[in-house]
């Protein structure tokens, strides 16, 4: 149950990036709906559900976007297990948590991306890729609670189906 | 060391870092084509997409049909005040353009006029429901005196009544107080007669000025001024018989006439300062101008 509906939210995530997102804002780039998926999930279940999520939802991402696949995959990883580390010691019921951890894993996530790309020789222009980052970070911490609470009615939901 | 490998959480972790870092490493390079998993999953995609895409679009659509709407809305209030001004502009334009007229019809009249005559204009109307005068801006500092001749390019209007400085009653041929009448003739049958004002409000009563009864009149018969008029010209449209009564033997003993003019909407009258004696066959603004029995 709980994939199968993760599985639906990350579909339905990766379409409305590319579609809806994509279309209406007005912006060269769109809110990373699936990074902040991943990070909100590490902070609701902590840090290996976070990486399997993020490595899940990564690859999905990788594979509709083809090139190299796994780069976002592992970065997503990485958000989502750094991201799990908190989950104990947050109240989860804060908006401002999420907002303020899916800002610092866009930078985290987006520079360690940027590098990997670059790596693998990638032709990337560093600067400008560079000073995208702050404002999607600023974007993503924007839509962050909403999704956040999204996935913590799911969790409540899912938590009291179990019982 | 052993026991970090015996770590089943840290195993997982590492091997899942093995495989994405291999698949990193197997992907990275220039690819034929893609592979299988990659291909189904964005073949399976594309209907959503699409409908997604598809829904977006139409929200798109909708939100800039809503701006598009607004934008109009004040467009249109902006046209509609322009319209509004230019209107009231034409309007004035063409009131201008009105006078202008009446005034060159004024001009060309004064100067056709065999008679010397005053323009004026009307400036007030009687108040009472009474009486049939109106008042105009000329009076006996313009040379303007008691019973001259008020006419307009139409035909008769009146007579000058009480004179002020600088303005004039008219009396106009309607009006019923006694003593207002016209020497006149019935332009057909040469028929002399008296058009005395008042009857039916904006009438007047024609009766016959030498027999009892007229001889020969018919309805929608013209009646001009005629040589006894003291104060009129000869020749100058009165106006039409439009009713009469007969008596016994069918004869018509008083019969009815509208004005030429029509009265009630005068705005420049003429007041014939002197007048000229014309020749016999002269008719009134030259015979052009005049009015025919039909």
């Known amino acids: ?163 | 060391m052993f026991q970090l490998f015996m770590n089943r959480l840290i195993l997982k972790i590492a091997l899942i870092l093995l495989i994405t870092t291999w698949v990193i490493y197997a992907t990275s390079h220039p690819r034929a084509q893609e592979g299988k998993i990659e291909y189904f999953l964005n073949t399976a995609m594309v209907p959503l997409e699409s409908s997604f895409n598809y829904l977006g679009k139409m929200t798109g659509d909708t939100l800039r049909t809503i701006t598009k709407l607004a934008q109009l809305k004040e467009e249109n209030d902006r046209l509609q005040t322009q319209v509004s001004d230019l209107q009231a502009k034409q309007l004035g334009l063409n009131a201008l353009q009105a006078e202008n007229k009446r005034l060159r019809d004024a001009l060309q009249f004064t100067a056709d006029q065999p008679h010397e005559v005053i323009s004026a204009g009307i400036i007030a109307v009687n108040p009472s429901n009474w009486n049939c005068s109106v008042i105009i801006n000329k009076g006996r500092k313009d040379g303007i005196q008691k019973n001259m001749a008020v006419i307009s390019p139409e035909g008769v209007v009146g007579r000058i009544g009480e004179v002020r400085a600088h303005s004039a009653e008219v009396i106009m041929i309607t009006d019923p107080r006694q003593g207002n009448y016209i020497g006149g003739v019935v332009q057909r049958t040469r028929d002399m007669v008296f058009v005395v004002g008042g009857n039916h409000r904006g009438e007047c009563t024609v009766q016959p000025a030498v027999d009892n009864y007229f001889k020969d009149l018919q309805k929608n018969d013209l009646v001009v001024t005629s040589e006894t008029s003291e104060i009129f010209p000869r020749g100058l449209p009165i106006g039409r018989v439009v009713y009469f009564i007969q008596r016994v033997n069918n004869m018509v003993t008083k019969a009815y006439l509208k004005p030429v003019v029509d009265l009630g909407k005068l705005e420049i009258v003429y007041i014939i300062k002197s007048k000229k004696e014309l020749p016999p066959e002269t008719t009134f603004g030259g015979s052009e101008n005049a009015p025919t029995n039909p």
Request: with cysteine.
């Open chain 1, 1 to 163: 149950m709980r994939l199968l509906i993760l599985s639906i939210w990350v579909i339905l995530g990766v379409v409305v990036q590319s579609t809806w997102l994509a279309s209406l804002l007005p912006m060269q780039f769109t809110p990373d709906l699936v990074l902040i998926m991943t990070i909100s999930y590490g902070l609701l279940r902590g840090p290996n559900q976070g990486l399997l999520f993020g490595m899940g939802a990564g690859f999905f991402v990788d594979l509709l976007s083809g090139n190299i696949i796994g780069i976002r995959a592992l970065s997503k990883m990485i958000a989502g297990f750094c991201s799990g580390f908190m989950e104990k010691n947050i109240f989860k019921d804060n908006l401002l948590v999420p907002a303020l951890a899916v800002f610092i894993g866009t930078i985290v996530c987006e520079t360690f991306n940027l590098f990997m790309f670059t790596a693998f020789k990638m032709n990337i222009g560093i600067w400008f890729k560079l000073l995208e980052i702050l404002p999607l970070a600023c974007l993503n911490a924007i839509v962050a609670p909403v999704i956040y609470h999204f996935f913590l009615r799911i969790e409540r939901f899912l938590a009291e189906r179990a019982k």
